[in-house]
């Protein structure tokens, strides 16, 4: 599993784009750059639209205000899928990106891989939040227990960076 202090690996993920799907590279949106990044085990699923995408929509001013460039929202999930999830939680018009990792290359390259086959989740991301300053990992939180988003809420990601 990656941890502070590492530098992300090379991963492609895919975004919707005016003409369709686009791939992304996270290497281009962190390089140089400060990004904040939170994963969610699934597009549409009740702790992920109830409280982890809401707490990034209310806290980006202040992820702004502390020098955050982006703030990225990654999910195992289709391009289509994180383009609609994007609009109808407001995530979208907030100014968060919502990258899909379609093929689950960045979660499985960073250790973030999980599966829940009796609640229909295979090949899911863990829930987690994160700091990148210029692709080094300097902030990691993780949550212990299913349905939990307190360390990995934004008001958590911004505590730590406190």
């Known amino acids: ?3 502070v202090g590492e530098k ?9 784009g005016p003409d369709g799907p686009e791939s992304i590279s996270i290497s281009d949106k962190t390089n ?3 990004v904040a990044m939170f994963a969610v085990p699934g597009a ?15 806290t980006k001013d202040q992820f ?5 460039d982006e703030i990225i ?5 289709d391009p289509f899928v994180m383009a609609a999830w994007g609009a109808e939680t407001g995530a979208t018009e907030a100014g968060i990106t919502m990258l899909a990792d379609a093929e689950c290359n960045l979660t499985e390259a960073i250790g973030m891989r999980f599966d829940a086959a009796p609640a229909g989740l295979v090949a899911r991301s863990l829930r987690y939040a994160m700091l990148v300053e210029d692709g080094v990992v300097k902030i990691l939180q993780m949550e212990q227990g299913p349905g939990v988003c307190d360390l990995t809420a934004g008001e958590g990601l911004l505590d730590a960076m406190a």
Do not use: D, E
């Not at 992300?8 to 919707?16: D, S, T």
């Open 1 to 3: 599993m990656i941890s």
């Open 8 to 16: 992300l690996p090379k991963a492609n993920l895919v975004q919707m």
């Open 32 to 34: 140089g750059r400060t």
């Open 44 to 58: 549409y699923t009740p702790t992920c639209s109830s409280a982890h995408v809401p707490s990034f929509i209310r």
């Open 64 to 68: 702004t205000a502390k020098g955050v």
């Open 73 to 77: 929202c990654i999910s195992v999930n």
